[in-house]
């Protein structure tokens, strides 16, 4: 994990490991799909590059739940991946969030968006308080500050 700058915070504090929901929004990240720890679900876009990877992953872990597994979203080629990114969300909570979840999501890692006050705006309709910016993109958790960087420290 790579530690970066904490901005947004205010919130609650959240008990437990965090249910973590990665989305990847990098249009090229393909064959790296391998690195996402297995049993935690991901959301990647449907592109040329990452579309063979999606699959080759997807049969090579064969999940029994899609809430530890892949699924792939498209994407309008034209657009920049902070919309798709934003496209997606009311899809994920309504597969990760409290009505679908015990516990439901807590954090999202997504990788290839940078944060934008847009982005703050939509993921604070979803209950995400705090951020953290990574090497790729950035981390936001439903929590306080203190308890991001715990999260994001081991």
Known sequence: MVAGSLIWSVGRKMKGKPYTVHVIVDPVFGERLREIPLGEPVWIADTEVNRPAYEAVGRERNPESYLVGLSSFKVELTARP??????????????????SHDPPWSRINVIGAKWTERIQKELGRFGFTAHLVTREGFEATKGSANNVVEATAG
């Open 82 to 99: 902070e919309d798709w990114l934003i496209s997606e969300l009311a899809d994920i909570d309504l597969h990760h969030g409290e009505y």
